[in-house]
């Protein structure tokens, strides 16, 4: 890891803060012994925390602010009245240079507006998109867009295909990572002209920085079939909150089986360990943090409601993109695909001109 990772934390952001944070960082500074944070929140209530854990204190710094954005306040509020609360001065440490990475369990829509409002996009990018990880028996899934898009045209699409590869490649080590579009079918006639067309793009495009894989089900997700799942935000919340519905209506079936009768429960006795594993694998705490990517600097979203491991897990995904350099490999990637996409287009029209004449 490069040893100059700073890591600017919303200490004041999510349903447990500051106490998760600063937990949080306690379970996080033992893999990556060499990361800094910037704590930005309210130093009466940090320091008494920072006093229980001694070593956490060592690798962060606080920044005083008496101002946080509470789970209800609009978008449009905390862009106008939030400029000195903690996520605001956070994220800014990003734009300022003076962190790598920003992580905030607070306020989802917030955050995406003063992160857009703030870092901006990058270039060759339309919108942002909203980023996680799904568990598969081939490791994890990266699924986006989850959410901040509800409607996309194929630009959008082909975008996130290389935002998601990079974050593949950057987090879960996939070299070339393969990317397939969520669709009705496998088969290349089915789907919306949209997806039919981003389809075409991506299987057209040349020394792209991932494999092509092609349409993908809802049932392929978790499959591992691919490493990085595209779709809109519609289409993947959906699919988000439905596999963790199932995962859920699956794990209170199992409880109930097994304290069904005393055989059943002498049966849990027995698979016990089993089914520990299974518990282990299946915990979102272990996928907690999705990502904004598309952004002039790296953002993550924890979940609000998580502990201190969950919340740990957001900051090492954090701190594993910013060590790999994803924002400047995407730069390069789009940067790439603008002047190749340019080329094309001279060549169509050349082709034309040549018709007419």
Same mark, same amino acid.
């Given at each position: 890891?490069?040893?100059? +990772?700073?890591?600017?934390?919303?200490?004041?952001?999510?349903?447990?803060?500051?106490? $998760?944070?600063?937990?949080?960082?306690?379970?996080?500074?033992?893999?990556?012994?060499?990361?800094?944070?910037?704590?930005?929140?309210?130093?009466? =209530?940090?320091?008494?925390?920072?006093? !229980?854990?001694?070593?956490?204190?060592?690798? #962060?710094?606080?920044?005083?602010?008496?101002? *946080?954005?509470?789970?209800?306040?609009?978008?449009?509020?905390?862009? %106008? =009245?939030?400029?000195?609360?903690?996520? &605001?001065?956070?994220?800014?440490?990003?734009?300022?240079?003076?962190?790598? @990475?920003?992580?905030?369990?607070?306020?989802?829509?917030?955050?995406?507006?003063?992160?857009?409002?703030?870092?901006?996009?990058?270039?060759?990018?339309?919108?942002?998109?909203? *980023?996680?990880?799904?568990?598969?028996? =081939?490791?994890?899934?990266?699924?986006?867009?989850?959410?901040?898009?509800?409607? #996309?045209?194929?630009?959008?699409?082909?975008?996130?295909?290389?935002?998601?590869?990079?974050?593949? %490649? *950057? +987090?879960? /080590?996939? +070299?070339?990572? &393969?990317?397939?579009?969520?669709?009705?079918?496998?088969?290349?006639?089915?789907?919306?002209?949209?997806?039919?067309?981003? @389809?075409? &793009?991506?299987?057209?495009?040349?020394?792209?920085?991932?494999?092509?894989?092609g349409f993908v089900?809802?049932?392929?997700?978790?499959?591992?079939?691919?490493?990085?799942v595209v779709t809109?935000?519609?289409?993947?919340?959906?699919?988000? =909150?439905? !596999?963790?519905?199932?995962?859920?209506?699956?794990?209170?079936?199992?409880? !109930?089986?097994?304290?069904?009768?005393?055989?059943?429960?002498?049966?849990?006795?027995?698979?016990?360990?089993?089914?520990?594993?299974?518990?282990?694998?299946?915990?979102? %705490?272990?996928?907690? /943090? @999705?990502?904004?990517?598309?952004?002039?600097?790296? #953002?993550?979203?924890?979940?609000?409601?998580?502990?201190?491991?969950?919340? !740990?897990?957001?900051? @090492?995904?954090?701190?594993?993109?910013?060590?790999? /350099?994803? $924002?400047?490999?995407?730069?390069?990637?789009?940067? *790439?695909?603008?002047?190749?996409?340019?080329?094309?287009?001279?060549?169509?029209?050349?082709?034309?001109?040549?018709?007419?004449?």
């Amino acid at each position: 890891m490069n040893e100059n +990772v700073v890591i600017a934390l919303d200490a004041m952001g999510g349903d447990h803060a500051p106490d $998760i944070v600063v937990k949080g960082v306690d379970i996080v500074r033992v893999q990556f012994p060499d990361a800094r944070f910037l704590l930005f929140g309210d130093e009466n =209530k940090l320091n008494p925390l920072l006093d !229980a854990h001694p070593n956490v204190r060592n690798v #962060c710094e606080i920044r005083h602010t008496d101002q *946080a954005i509470s789970g209800e306040d609009k978008p449009s509020h905390a862009l %106008r =009245k939030g400029r000195q609360s903690s996520m &605001r001065l956070a994220i800014d440490a990003v734009r300022n240079g003076e962190a790598g @990475g920003v992580v905030s369990a607070g306020n989802t829509g917030a955050l995406m507006a003063m992160a857009k409002f703030s870092l901006r996009t990058l270039p060759g990018i339309n919108r942002p998109a909203l *980023a996680s990880m799904l568990p598969s028996p =081939k490791g994890e899934t990266v699924m986006l867009d989850l959410g901040a898009n509800v409607e #996309c045209d194929e630009d959008n699409l082909v975008q996130f295909a290389v935002m998601g590869a990079d974050f593949a %490649r *950057a +987090v879960l /080590g996939r +070299v070339p990572p &393969r990317v397939g579009l969520l669709n009705v079918g496998s088969e290349e006639l089915k789907g919306s002209d949209t997806i039919k067309a981003a @389809g075409e &793009r991506l299987r057209s495009m040349e020394n792209a920085p991932f494999e092509y894989y092609g349409f993908v089900e809802g049932d392929d997700i978790t499959r591992g079939v691919v490493d990085v799942v595209v779709t809109d935000g519609f289409t993947g919340n959906v699919a988000l =909150k439905t !596999a963790e519905g199932v995962a859920t209506l699956f794990t209170n079936f199992l409880r !109930a089986g097994f304290r069904r009768s005393l055989m059943s429960k002498i049966g849990y006795l027995l698979s016990r360990n089993g089914l520990n594993l299974l518990k282990d694998r299946l915990d979102p %705490r272990l996928y907690n /943090g @999705g990502v904004f990517l598309g952004l002039n600097g790296v #953002c993550v979203k924890s979940h609000g409601g998580t502990d201190e491991l969950g919340y !740990a897990n957001a900051i @090492g995904v954090t701190i594993e993109m910013v060590s790999e /350099g994803m $924002i400047d490999r995407m730069i390069a990637h789009f940067k *790439a695909f603008d002047v190749e996409n340019n080329a094309n287009k001279n060549e169509e029209n050349a082709s034309t001109e040549v018709s007419e004449a």
